[in-house]
């Protein structure tokens, strides 16, 4: 024979083996059911009452069977050591579901529902312990334990307690007789219950029936043991295919009549024994010791660990049964060797069918096409042979298992539609039959679960049984799963199992995204469970499954269906945009953003851990937008900028703007890895430029509106009206609008800031002249009635009069609460500029351009802002030597007007101090011109000169006070300062603050101005003149005073001693009280005080607290300064022709300023103390402490002094006050402070120098003095333009040659 024949024939011989079939299912079930029907215990009846009388009457009869039943089982406790040894049984557990069927059960009975059980006896013993079982204590109690032993003997204790209540038990001991009864009566309702429950251990099945054949009593005495060998053939010759319930549910699976059925069993009886069962047990526990295949061995297991613990399982159940068959039929021991069933050891727990977990491979099912297991899975019996257990127990059990599912199958499609089903398929009926025979055959639990499964898998791929049975199977696997102890060829088939399961809902998963982004949780839901347990087990990584290849296929079927689903609304979309381009693509984005939130309210959490269906969405179908809206750029430019009614309005792209922004933050949320080419700043920039132009364009209408609509009515705490309200809220709308727009650019961002503030500084200059405008025609109104024109012709006639008669009138101006709004007005726009400046950010955006602006070579030409402040003018002359009332000017080469200060009356030496920005590129000539004020005809010119404002002289950034000679007569102090004029949001919101403090300061010296006729009126030398030439009234008693001096004089200087002379100037002032009442000099003040009282309660009224107090204060300064023009002259270097005040008109003057102040104070509910005695009124009250000093006394003071304060601060020159300083409200606070700390520096020799110029012989002094004084600025100055050349900025240039005229 060829060795290819002998491959075939044993290929044959193994497929013959491995081969099942059904006529050898059917035997070798058989077999096992009627072992079980060998081994179900067969009692008597229970006794009557009457039998049981009988037997009461003869006594020693009754005793002997009461004491042989007591020693049958002792009693319920020693029957349980007797099974499980010392420690008491192996803990099985019952299922759940038990209790319920068991509490259904004794309802029944108590009730009398059940026939069974009718006896009056039993069912209040059952009452009785139900009351107790359905107490929730003992519930509880049963529910954690699930042990049946635990249950019986809380029923032993119950019905103790409840038959020794009974007087008639009681009276005769009857009632231990009865309690064996009902002990097992409880035990058989015990075995039936558990019978009707699903999922029940073999093990514990076994152990309830020898319960019940050890507690079952009998009426007769016990057998001898010499009878009892007799029992199995007595049994069955008697026996029935009534009493076979196993048997007969064997028949009916495999469609066998009652006499087929017969036949088989009279031909089986001969060798299925109970012996035959002893000896197959023996035979197993034999094998395992010996090392052979069956049941198991080393080399089943992964470890050793493993394995000793399944063997001492194993060799524990398998000695367990063989005591139990023993006890249950004690001819057995005289066969066996007793080291066959040893007494003592540990029960297994026992396992069911059911189980626990799931699994995962390919979707082909684990059965071979014909049905068989692949080969490496078979348990070889090798030679060996069994009477029960048939030669490959694995494939016979697998056999048996798709038998019974598919005839239940069959059988539940005669069920009525409203009866439910289990989920398990299998009935109780084949549950048992499965039981014995995986208990007989020795299958592992592993087994069972793994093939149950594979079996409800390959059924379900079929649509024979409904996707639940799944997870109910995969319940049965996960419940006791330890892959570390299960066997290699179980542990390896599960993992295939497994696998196939993954594979098939992996697929049904790919199949319904095809109903993506509509797709409902519910839906896969049950896909997601299964495959997420399966995946949790760990046998895909252990069996190589790619897990990740089969994941990225689900993930490129999702970006696929993204992918489609944007393009068919986009082509729906974008086919037609219309007029409005920007349209479309707000509503696609608005889509795009509508599905990404409904497939994250589905799906929150990613698909098995890492199947993000919103980010793979999200990843796909935003690039695709990206890539349209960038494709439709030019087509949104062109369609915005056809002014002036755009196609595509503005607000329409900051939608897509806000939309696309929206994209991205789901981008950042969901995907952020998503690679792009699209930036957001750099597409959506022009627009926001564009914006900012018009932006910038309608400040001037917001200004007019807002304006036009005023009333100038006070309201609120600041006192403001509603032109600066409705202002800032429509700046607010812009600012708004830039800060939410969140722009990503950080720098692009700080730019358009400062556009912005850019905007804002120009705003609130035409504010402020707007208001300007308004506040100079109430402060100085025209007169526009035509009958009055004549009078305004005749006006030089009046002068001319005025000038005649020798005196001025002055008309005192009266304030109106409307131009006391309008100062509060600007007021209010520096309260609300400085919250703008908060609000954007100022200083973080201003770091922000600084530390991210890219570097650009420096301009060509670089603008410079230029702050020319006219201080005051000197010795100005008319050629009428009539009174000046002037102002100043600065005129550029072209003769346009740039300054122009306010009019200053009847004065040579005019104060004006008033401050004017002037922007330049390159230098720049002004002419600086002081003109008088003509009522009628042209202003003519007292005195002019020229100034070069040259940026590359001014470069220090220092405030250089300049002395300019004025032709034909006198000089003009100009204070100049620069700074650059820089792009940036500081400045700009400096500019804006600098032109709020600006107007502010100049509505408020207009007010002054407008007192300080009056002030100059009342507070002047003419004045003070005719109060000290008024005759006072006679006082008699200080004439009677006068004549007591003048005798006691005369008697004193008789009796003296002759007294040398004192030199002239060494000679004090003779002072001869001459002093003037507190009455008349305050009545000189009526004027003035009728005047203050009138208009200051309208000051006080309608000015804010902040302008009151401005304006207090410039009063009150005003007034200073008028009263120390009445003591002396302003500085100088020439001698003054103002002469020393008498000390008559010294006292009046003091006292005219402590009468003023008092005043002001109003007895501290007016202005502080603080306020009052500033620097100029301690600078006044100096004056009178170096009134009386001679001239050399003044001098050397003055050297003193100023030499004191050189060395204190020697060369100390202050920088000038730059926009930056005031860009908000805060930085303005820190200025004032050092203002005030610099003032306690301020020259205090100037007072001394002030009254050498009324002094004689004084010229040389002053101008030695103020020579000093001026070479120490020019040494600062060269200083500065020393550092300035070490800076690398060149040498300084000269002065640029004077324009032509």
Request: aromatic share 8%; charged share 25%; hydrophobic share 35%.
């Amino acid at each position: 024979m060829t060795g290819r024949s002998y491959d075939s024939i044993a290929s044959e011989r193994r497929l013959r083996r491995n081969r099942v079939t059904d006529e050898d299912l059917f035997n070798y079930t058989l077999r096992v059911a009627y072992l079980s029907f060998l081994l179900t215990p067969r009692a008597p009846q229970a006794p009557s009452a009457a039998s049981l009388q009988n037997d009461a009457r003869d006594s020693r009869d009754y005793q002997s069977r009461l004491s042989s039943i007591t020693n049958s089982f002792a009693s319920f406790g020693d029957l349980i050591r007797d099974v499980g040894g010392r420690d008491g049984p192996k803990q099985i557990k019952f299922p759940e579901k038990f209790l319920r069927v068991l509490d259904q059960r004794m309802q029944d009975i108590a009730m009398g529902k059940d026939q069974t059980y009718h006896d009056q006896i039993t069912r209040r013993t059952i009452a009785r312990f139900w009351t107790t079982f359905k107490d929730p204590t003992f519930y509880r109690q049963m529910e954690r334990n699930r042990k049946v032993e635990e249950l019986i003997l809380n029923f032993v204790t119950t019905a103790s307690t409840s038959l020794r209540q009974d007087p008639q038990l009681a009276a005769s001991d009857a009632w231990k007789l009865e309690l064996n009864n009902q002990i097992a009566y409880f035990t058989r309702i015990v075995r039936d219950a558990l019978k009707s429950t699903s999922h029940v251990p073999p093990e514990l099945t076994q152990r309830i029936d020898m319960y019940v054949s050890k507690l079952v009593p009998s009426t007769t005495a016990l057998p001898p043991i010499a009878e009892a060998s007799n029992r199995p053939e007595s049994v069955t010759a008697t026996a029935t295919l009534a009493d076979m319930v196993l048997v007969r549910v064997v028949g009916r699976l495999f469609d066998k009549s009652d006499d087929e059925l017969q036949r088989e069993i009279n031909s089986i009886k001969r060798i299925c024994t109970e012996k035959a069962a002893l000896i197959d047990l023996k035979t197993c526990l034999q094998n395992i010791n010996a090392g052979l295949p069956f049941p198991g061995r080393r080399e089943d297991f992964p470890d050793d660990t493993s394995f000793q613990h399944w063997k001492s399982l194993e060799q524990t159940h398998l000695s367990q049964l063989m005591v139990i068959m023993v006890q249950f039929n004690p001819e057995l021991a005289k066969s066996t060797p007793s080291d066959a069933y040893p007494g003592s050891g540990v029960l297994a727990r026992p396992e069911s069918i059911y189980s626990s977990r799931a699994s995962i491979s390919s979707r082909q099912s684990v059965l071979l096409p014909n049905g068989d297991l692949p080969e490496a899975g078979d348990d070889d019996l090798g030679n060996q042979s069994f009477t029960y257990i048939p030669p490959n127990p694995k494939r016979f059990y697998k056999k048996l298992i798709e038998k019974c599912i598919e005839f239940d199958l069959q059988a539940m499609h005669s069920l009525p539609e409203d009866q439910e089903v289990p989920l398990g398929i299998l009935s109780t009926s084949h549950l048992d039959v499965i039981n014995e025979c995986a208990l007989r055959w020795r299958i592992m639990q592993s087994y069972r679960v793994s093939c149950f499964l594979d079996v409800i898998k390959y059924k379900y791929e079929r649509e024979e049984v409904p996707l639940e049975c799944i997870p109910e199977a995969l319940n049965h696997v996960e419940k006791d799963f330890e892959p570390e102890r299960w066997p290699l060829m179980d542990r390896e088939y599960l993992g295939t199992v497994y696998s196939s399961v993954f594979n098939i809902f992996l697929a049904s998963l790919y199949h319904s995204f095809e109903q993506l982004p509509y797709l409902k949780r519910k839906a896969i839901s049950p896909y997601l469970s299964i495959l997420e347990r399966v995946k949790a087990s760990g046998l895909l990584e252990i069996y190589d499954v790619d897990i990740a290849a089969r994941i990225g296929e689900l993930s490129d079927r999702i970006r696929i269906l993204a992918m489609h689903h944007y393009t068919d609304k986009s082509s729906g979309i974008l086919s037609n945009p219309g007029i409005n381009r920007a349209l479309p693509l707000i509503l696609l984005s608005e889509g795009l953003e509508e599905v990404a939130t409904k497939l994250h309210q589905t799906f929150k959490q990613p698909l098995l851990g890492e199947i993000d269906i919103v980010g793979l969405f999200v990843e796909t179908q935003v690039p695709l937008f990206l890539t349209d809206l960038e494709e439709s750029k030019r087509h949104l430019l062109e369609s915005s900028s056809n002014q002036p009614t755009p196609d595509t309005p503005i607000e329409d792209i900051f939608t897509l703007y806000k939309a696309t922004k929206a994209l991205f933050a789901l981008v950042d949320e969901y995907a952020p890895k998503t690679q792009h080419q699209f930036e957001p700043g750099s597409f959506f920039e022009p627009y926001v430029q564009q914006w900012l132009l018009t932006t910038d364009s309608k400040t001037l209408q917001w200004v007019q509106s807002a304006v036009s609509v005023d009333t100038f009515e006070p309201k609120g705490a600041e006192r403001n009206s509603s032109s600066v309200v409705d202002l800032f809220y429509s700046l607010d709308t812009p600012i708004n609008f830039l800060m939410d727009l969140g722009w990503p650019d950080p720098y692009q961002e700080a730019r358009f800031c400062t556009s912005l503030a850019k905007t804002v500084s120009k705003l609130m200059e035409q504010y402020c002249r707007s208001i300007e405008e308004t506040f100079m025609e109430e402060m100085f109104p025209r007169v526009t009635d035509p009958y009055l024109q004549p009078q305004r012709q005749s006006a030089w006639l009046e002068k001319a009069k005025q000038s005649i008669q020798g005196e001025k009138k002055i008309d005192p101006f009266n304030f109106k609460p409307e131009s006391c709004v309008k100062l509060n007005n600007i007021g209010a726009a520096r309260g609300l500029l400085d919250k703008i400046y908060t609000r954007v950010r100022a200083d973080e955006m201003s770091r922000i351009l600084k530390e991210h602006a890219p570097a650009v070579p420096p301009k060509a030409v670089q603008r410079h802002l230029f702050t020319v402040k006219i201080v005051m003018a000197e010795n100005l002359d008319s050629d009428d030597s009539s009174s000046l009332d002037t102002f100043a000017t600065l005129s550029d080469e072209h003769g346009h007007r740039i300054a122009k200060t306010r009019t200053i009356y009847d004065t040579p030496d005019p104060r004006w101090e008033e401050t004017f920005d002037v922007s330049v590129e390159s230098p720049l000539w002004l002419m600086a011109s002081v003109r008088d004020r003509s009522l009628v005809g042209k202003h003519d010119i007292v005195a002019r000169c020229y100034i070069c404002l040259d940026p590359r002289r001014y470069g220090d950034f220092l405030a250089h006070d300049v002395w300019m000679d004025l032709e034909p007569h006198g000089r003009i102090l100009l204070r100049i300062s620069m700074e650059g004029e820089q792009d940036d949001i500081l400045f700009f919101f400096g500019r804006a603050f600098r032109s709020l403090k600006r107007t502010e300061g100049d509505m408020v010296r207009i007010f002054v101005d407008k007192m300080t006729p009056l002030f100059r009126d009342v507070l002047s030398r003419s004045n003070l003149k005719k109060i000290t030439k008024l005759p006072s009234a006679l006082d008699y008693n200080k004439a009677l005073g006068n004549v007591t001096a003048l005798f006691g004089s005369l008697t004193t200087s008789s009796s003296s001693e002759v007294q040398i002379p004192l030199p002239q100037h060494e000679k004090p002032r003779v002072k001869v009280d001459s002093s003037i009442s507190d009455e008349a000099v305050e009545a000189a003040l009526g004027p003035l005080y009728d005047y203050l009282n009138d208009n200051l309660q309208v000051l006080n009224d309608n000015l804010s607290e902040a302008a009151r107090e401005t304006v207090m204060s410039k009063i009150w300064k005003e007034i200073l300064v008028i009263v120390e023009g009445l003591l002396v002259p302003s500085i100088g270097d020439t001698p003054s022709p103002m002469k020393p005040l008498q000390d008559r008109e010294l006292d009046v003057v003091f006292k005219w300023l402590r009468s003023l102040l008092n005043f002001f104070h109003a007895e501290g509910e007016g202005m502080s103390m603080e306020t009052l005695q500033n620097a100029k009124y301690r600078e006044i009250m100096s004056l009178r402490l170096y009134y009386d000093w001679h001239a050399d006394q003044l001098m050397e003071e003055a050297v003193r002094m100023m030499q004191t304060q050189l060395r204190a601060a020697p060369t100390i020159k202050k920088r000038a006050k730059s926009v930056y300083s005031q860009r908000s409200l805060g930085t303005i606070k820190d200025r004032k402070k050092e203002k005030r700390r610099n003032k306690q520096g301020d020259n205090a020799a100037e007072p001394i120098l002030k009254i050498l110029r009324m002094m004689p012989g004084t010229t040389d002094f002053l101008q030695q003095q103020l020579k000093i004084m001026s070479q120490i600025q020019a040494e600062q100055q060269n200083r500065n333009l020393h550092r300035q050349h070490a800076r690398g900025d060149g040498d300084v240039p000269a002065i640029p040659p004077l324009p032509p005229k």
